[in-house]
């Protein structure tokens, strides 16, 4: 803690007198209930009739996960601006909801108790003891009885039952959205539907399936459902892991292990049904358009068509294209290492004369394709995308049909091509794709342009406009088209001749579902002899993660090792006996568990009603909070405000509205959307240091001597990035609260810029806010005596003008969470209080205000300050100021004065005068007079309170 100098004045605020005052004010928010937040019905609706005439007003942010580390000062900057926000937003009239909860199952919570050798809900327990003590420092006006874990049993149960409706869920092309899985049987028994295009692999009608085939037929419906897949297979960890999980060099990002591609069964979330209105309904979310456009980008929507190319081997390779126009430039083809035609198109002998560069320099296709898949395996799909990288690729020995122009062309494996996007497959035009080029180049291929490039084009792949050229055949001619037009023409006769179609396809794959872990929530499935997965019944939930003793995975340096879940060791859990309506049998349990995304897909929802046991949330709480506004048309319903950092813009965010929807879907909810305004805080950067081995050392302790940086003995390198542990840059809130005080921490980080950029931590500066605080404190009370140094003084005018401006000023600041332009404001005023009344005396009139716009920034202050100035009640439910009108209006202007369009001068003239006027006043200058003098002025332009232009 900051040593303080003994003669200091018995009042004057300091950090000792913040902690009392602090403390003593959170208390007493528990005590009171302050931030209770009264629901419409049910179990937390006392008192709703005391708000039920204000606009209601869901905040939220997106909730942390509990590290053993605690929370640095970076973590609370979306929660203080959340808590501004919400508490200008109470004062200004609203019912406001503001919650805070904890992402609590995952990885990094079992690879933390690993470390420690405790179990995670030991250490997750823990961790979230201590961010509530460090939250509630923070002074954050949150609800405390609607705080969830998303660990806790009575949480998980109902994300248990959430994923139990969308196993029993299909999605309804025609009807574009979600419906029971027994409508789509109902539909199936009656014969006026048929089972989907490849749901069915028997080869022969629905009323001629037996039990077990129509089930199988059935789950491949599931919006949920068990598929084997191309997996990130990290053994080291034991674990499969997801894309974003991995670095773009194939390693983990939680300890840099190797990861491999290999097939795997594990469960899968059908979240591509709802491609189209997940990106159709991004225009009506109030989000940034930076955002809209990575969820854009994620889901990928391409149109083109589906090309089959045929092959001797037997099966056809079917492409999808987004430029079927160029399909007579198609001189190869290329399937992703993983595709399951390689091993059926895999030669058993080389042709003869295939090129060396084809083959990889290897004896027989096989040996060339295995060895090849290997190392694709333990590349990422990042490292294998990247534009930059050498293309590698190896020929598989046989040969596919071009159906343009009959063509012969070899069929090629190369990990730039991935199973996931499309069908794993592509038709090779290197003259109009630089990727194609750069392979054609390095293998030897043959290069066909299909669009005519501009004369002076000197490139090689050309992807701009121009005509088709070397496109004819004997029953379709291209040349001389258009790129739109030559597509149209192509796509028509694909369909005409059988060898394809008009189609549309998403870069948005299936979303994988399961992991190996012990620390997530369990799967609420079982399978019985037939091995197909069957949903516990509602009354058998919630489904409780054992306890285990030994819950670390199984991990292994060999790639080729199996996935052993650590719940597979506890025999008599894995395996049941139940009763599940047709009489007592066994049953396996599914051993994976559910990733971290899955809980913090609808915390939203269950802040909102945490206390039910009857369902996940009451329909009316729902309606209410989240329910779409009659008022504004198209209005997807959803959290008024949610902030949170850019890192989720994509993938939680993404799987949140897919499971919302699924949701409104079933009518379990009104909203359409789950967030319907979004707004992403910067983060904190600070200095971290690097050692000679290229090694993070603690920040903390590296001293500057000379304009160099030396940790102990040792130089080290500077370097600026995000504040965090990997950096061992981080500064803990704690320090602050000891050496400053939570207000001065949270004036700090909101005055340091806009909510929405990035910015710079320097512990020193803090001392700043401090002093903004000691003055505004100064203000009100006096630091000798503890007493009021208000007075009831009347107000003068230009004091009101300030003070009007200023209120102005800070509601303009916190409608627009710019709160640095809020803080500005109040600066000013406290500026003009402390000249104009060095000796004491503010107008009580000038002061009320002041504290009171202060009060979201910094509430214990405010609090403290409102109540020496004789209020008992708690300011938080105190009206904010509304400026007066007739002191935001200038009493007089400065207006330029142009000669032929050209300023001359300015002059200061009454707000409200007259063209007349202005004119006047203008002659009336000397410079002006001079311009004029000796001249004819042929017109007058004057625009009353803008500007006056003399045409001479």
Not at 54 to 77: C, E, I, Q, T, W
Not at 598 to 621: H, M
Request: charged letters at 25%; hydrophobic letters at 40%; one cysteine or more.
């Amino acid at each position: 803690m900051i040593e303080q100098p003994a003669d200091i004045p018995p009042y004057r605020y300091t950090a000792a007198m913040a902690r009392r005052i602090e403390l003593a004010w959170q208390d007493r928010w528990d005590v009171d209930g302050t931030f209770h937040t009264p629901n419409p019905v049910g179990p937390l609706s006392e008192g709703f009739d005391r708000v039920v005439g204000r606009p209601k007003l869901y905040v939220n942010d997106m909730f942390p996960y509990p590290s053993g580390a605690g929370l640095h000062v970076g973590h609370p900057l979306g929660f203080i601006g959340t808590d501004v926000f919400a508490r200008y937003q109470r004062m200004n009239g609203h019912h406001v909801l503001h919650a805070m909860g904890f992402d609590a199952f995952g990885l990094p919570a079992e690879q933390y108790a690993v470390e420690t050798g405790q179990h995670p809900r030991v250490t997750t327990e823990a961790n979230i003891v201590n961010y509530r003590r460090q939250l509630r420092r923070l002074g954050l006006g949150h609800d405390p009885r609607r705080s969830v874990a998303t660990a806790d049993v009575s949480y998980y149960r109902w994300t248990q039952w959430i994923f139990r409706e969308i196993f029993n869920s299909w999605f309804d092309a025609d009807a574009q959205r979600g419906r029971p899985i027994d409508e789509l049987v109902t539909d199936l028994d009656a014969g006026i539907r048929e089972p989907g295009q490849g749901t069915n692999p028997f080869d022969r009608t629905w009323p001629e399936l037996s039990t077990v085939e129509r089930r199988e037929v059935v789950n491949n419906h599931r919006l949920a459902y068990v598929s084997e897949a191309p997996v990130n297979w990290c053994p080291a960890l034991g674990t499969v892991l997801a894309n974003e999980e991995v670095t773009a060099d194939g390693r983990s990002d939680r300890g840099n292990f190797p990861v491999y591609r290999r097939p795997l069964k594990q469960w899968m979330m059908r979240i591509t049904a709802y491609a189209d209105r997940l990106l159709a309904d991004l225009d009506r979310l109030d989000w940034t358009e930076s955002i809209k456009l990575m969820q854009r980008n994620w889901i990928g929507r391409s149109t083109g068509a589906s090309v089959i190319f045929a092959t001797d081997a037997g099966p056809g390779i079917e492409v999808f294209t987004t430029r079927p126009d160029t399909l007579f430039g198609a001189t190869y083809m290329v399937l992703a290492p993983e595709h399951p035609l390689v091993e059926v198109l895999t030669a058993s002998q080389w042709p003869d004369g295939v090129a060396e560069a084809w083959t990889g320099k290897v004896a027989l296709p096989r040996e060339a394709v295995l060895s090849y898949q290997k190392r694709a395996s333990q590349r990422s799909e990042m490292d294998r995308q990247a534009e930059a990288r050498t293309k590698t690729g190896v020929f598989v020995g046989s040969y596919a049909a071009n159906p343009a122009n009959g063509e012969q062309i070899p069929v090629f494996i190369a990990d730039y091509v991935l199973m996931g996007y499309g069908t794993g497959a592509i038709m090779a035009v290197p003259g109009q794709d630089q990727r194609d080029w750069d392979f054609a180049e390095a293998f030897e291929l043959p290069i066909v342009r299909t669009v005519q490039p501009p004369p002076d084009f000197t490139g090689e792949a050309f992807t701009g406009q121009g005509p088709a050229i070397n496109s004819a055949g004997e029953t379709l001619t291209l040349d001389g088209m258009g790129i739109v037009e030559a597509k149209a023409a192509m796509i028509d006769w694909l369909e005409q001749y059988g060898h394809g179609a008009g189609a549309v396809t998403y870069k948005l794959r299936d979303w994988l579902f399961s992991r190996q872990r012990y620390w997530g929530e369990p799967f609420p499935i079982v399978y019985g002899a037939d091995g197909l997965p069957q949903a516990l019944p509602e009354e058998m939930l919630p489904l409780t993660l054992p306890d285990i003793e030994d819950f670390t995975p199984k991990t292994s340096d060999d790639e080729n090792s199996d996935p052993e879940p650590p719940l597979g060791r506890i025999a008599d859990w894995a395996t049941v006996r139940l009763d599940l309506g047709e009489g007592e049998q066994e049953y396996r349990r599914e051993l994976n568990t559910m990733p971290q995304w899955a809980g913090s897909c609808w915390y939203e929802l269950r802040y909102l009603d945490p206390t039910n046991d009857q369902s996940f949330v009451d329909k009316e709480i729902e309606r209410y909070w989240m329910g779409p506004d009659p008022a504004k048309p198209g209005d997807t319903g959803g959290v008024d405000l949610y902030i949170g950092g850019v890192e989720h813009a994509v993938l939680h965010l993404l799987y949140s509205r897919f499971w919302h929807k699924v949701l409104f879907d079933l009518g379990h909810v009104s909203s359409e959307e789950p967030f319907r305004r979004l707004f992403n805080q910067g983060y904190v950067l600070a200095d971290a240091f690097v050692d000679n081995r290229g090694v993070y050392v603690e920040a903390e302790q590296v001293e500057q001597r000379d304009g160099r940086f030396f940790y102990g003995d040792e130089e080290v390198r500077r370097e600026h990035g995000k504040m965090g542990k990997s950096l061992k840059n981080s500064v803990t809130p704690d320090e602050m609260y000891a050496d400053y005080g939570a207000d001065t921490l949270r004036l700090y980080e909101m005055f340091t810029g806009p909510m929405d950029q990035s910015r710079p931590w320097e512990t020193k500066a803090v001392v700043g806010s401090m002093r903004l605080l000691q003055r505004i404190w100064r203000v009100v009370v006096d630091e000798n005596t503890g007493k009021v140094r208000t007075s009831e003084s009347a107000v003068p005018v230009e004091t009101s003008r300030v003070l009007h401006r200023t209120i102005a000023g800070v509601r303009d600041g916190m409608e627009t969470l710019r709160f640095n332009i809020a803080i500005a404001k109040i600066t000013e005023l406290t500026n003009h209080l402390t000249t104009a009344y060095a000796q004491g005396g503010v107008p009580a009139a000038v002061a009320e205000p002041l504290v009171l716009m202060l009060a979201p920034l910094a509430p214990h202050a405010a609090e403290e300050m409102w109540s020496t100035l004789g209020h008992e009640q708690s300011l938080t439910w105190e009206a904010f100021p509304v400026p007066d009108p007739a002191y935001l209006v200038d009493e007089t202007v400065e207006i330029p004065v142009q000669v032929n369009g050209k300023v001359r001068a300015t002059v200061v003239v009454p707000a409200d005068i007259d063209a007349a006027g202005m004119e006047a006043a203008a002659r009336a200058d000397t410079r002006v007079a001079a311009y004029l003098d000796g001249n004819t002025v042929r017109k007058v332009v004057a625009v009353p309170g803008r500007l006056i232009n003399f045409v001479v």
